[in-house]
């Protein structure tokens, strides 16, 4: 029995695993298949804002490993250590057992994690927008804030509990903000208060919002952001994070009890222990995505840096739009190690991008062609319900885009995300000592 193991069921795992089991169906059924994961669905980040916003459930943006992948064993556990002499795989699975796992073909895919930064209090007090347990606390967390507001008699701690700051004004920060707002605004309508008493911070220390849209867009989202009541404030980030104020890197002092640091991913930390080389903490592969000095070895996704062929000397961007493709040439080319067709390396030009701005109104650059306002808005509603991999999924997001046009949204917190659940470290797995 020949075994191929993937690490991790991101968007590049998912789609290798799906594709792979296709490919070797009828010539190679001898080869069994496993996915380790520590959870037991591929995430759909790019809909983790509308989580957040209280738009979409988050149910929907998790896609069932469980009959998506027929002819794939998925397995639970984190991966822990890579044996390349041996060919094993040691991982933790939920009941913190360690197990081993022996493969002839091994593909990395265990994605990135939010780059946190030298910032005192930033690991403590501020969330990031990596995991579902991350976008259902600031959910709950802002609605919580903005209900104890309403009976706060301390007018200086309830209009901190009534300001928002995000870090990050890239597109997944942009829309965090925009799906807050928009929460807020449904929230203050419910719950009778005025909401321009809701003031959000956009932070990020680049010249522009969102730089990968181009100037034209970044500064029509950037009008939109304004209209909203979002205070864009470019070339600042954080200096300090303390519980109930935020100092920034213009020395200024702002009360907030809500900080949403959404600045950027880096490698997973399974990426740095395997001691391989690295680029901007990414496992450095070669076009046709194996890992150098390393037979039967691959890795692809926001994990690996994998070169843009499209760009000499540049490697490819960590996004969905990538690590999709990836994840199919991964599976062509380790079928071809198998001995089923021929390999292939990864070519794949920006086909652009799409940005939700909340009500009425997105930005986005499709093959090219500048697009704002409504029609923006169609079609990046359009494309993220095609873009979801299960029918049932796309249903139940098209349900909620449709109950969004008619209804506020639900101001309702369950707290079944802890802060302890939403810490950096658990988005990363990375259990955290429990206090005392
Ligand atoms: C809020 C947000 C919005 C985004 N919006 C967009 C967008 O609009 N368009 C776009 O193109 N991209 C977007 N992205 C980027 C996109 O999500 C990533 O590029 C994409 O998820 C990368 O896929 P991946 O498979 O490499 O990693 P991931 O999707 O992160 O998956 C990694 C998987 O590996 C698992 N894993 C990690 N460590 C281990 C381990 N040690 N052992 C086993 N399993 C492990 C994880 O649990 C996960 O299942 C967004 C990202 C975020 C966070």
């Known amino acids: 029995m020949t075994s191929v193991v993937i690490v991790g069921s991101g968007f590049t795992g998912f789609e290798c695993a799906r594709t792979l089991a296709k490919k070797l169906r009828k010539q190679r059924p001898d080869v069994e298949i496993s996915l380790i994961s ?55 699975d939920p009941e913190k057992r360690s197990r081993a796992l022996q493969w002839d073909r091994l593909v990395l895919t265990p994605g990135s994690v939010t780059k946190l930064f030298d910032v005192p209090g930033l690991a403590e007090h501020a969330r990031g927008l990596k995991s579902t347990a991350e976008a259902l606390y600031l959910r709950d967390h802002v609605i919580q804030q903005l209900e104890l507001a309403d009976v706060d008699d301390d007018p200086g701690r309830r209009r901190a509990r009534r300001t928002i700051v995000v870090v990050g004004a890239s597109y997944s920060g942009t829309e965090l903000a925009v799906q807050l707002r928009a929460l807020a605004d449904s929230a203050a309508n419910q719950m009778s208060f005025d909401p321009s008493e809701v003031n959000f911070l956009l932070l990020d220390l680049a010249e522009q919002v969102m730089p990968e849209v181009g100037e034209k867009l970044g500064e029509a989202a950037q009008r939109v952001l304004k209209e909203r009541g979002i205070d864009v404030r470019l070339g600042v980030t954080l200096k300090e994070v303390h519980a109930e104020h935020v100092v920034l890197s213009d020395d200024s002092l702002i009360r907030t009890h809500t900080v949403a640091w959404v600045t950027g991913v880096t490698g997973a930390p399974l990426i740095e222990k395997l001691g391989l080389p690295t680029e901007r903490g990414r496992l450095k592969v070669t076009t046709e995505l194996q890992v150098p000095g390393h037979s039967g070895v691959f890795a692809a996704g926001d994990a690996a840096a994998v070169p843009d062929v499209t760009q000499p000397g540049k490697i490819t961007p960590p996004t969905a739009q990538h690590a999709t493709r990836q994840g199919k040439v991964l599976a062509r080319n380790v079928a071809a190690s198998l001995g089923v067709g021929k390999p292939k390396r990864y070519k794949h030009r920006n086909m652009g991008l799409v940005v939700d701005l909340g009500p009425r109104y997105a930005v986005a650059n499709p093959l090219n062609v500048q697009l704002s306002g409504f029609p923006a808005k169609i079609v990046t509603r359009a494309y993220h319900v095609y ?7 796309r249903w139940a997001v098209t349900l909620a885009y449709l109950t969004d046009l008619f209804f506020d949204r639900p101001v309702v917190s369950f707290g079944l995300s802890t802060q302890e659940d939403a810490q950096f470290s658990a988005s990363e797995g990375i259990p955290t000592p429990k206090a005392g």
Do not use: C, K, S
């Open 38 to 92: 520590p959870v037991d669905y591929m995430l759909y980040t790019p809909l983790l804002p509308d989580v957040a916003g209280g738009l979409v459930d988050a149910r929907f943006v998790a896609i069932p490993l469980a009959n998506a992948l027929r002819g794939v064993q998925a397995i639970r556990g984190r991966v822990d250590e890579v044996d390349f002499e041996g060919r094993t795989v040691t991982f933790t």
């Open 387 to 393: 873009a979801i991999p299960r029918f049932v999924n």
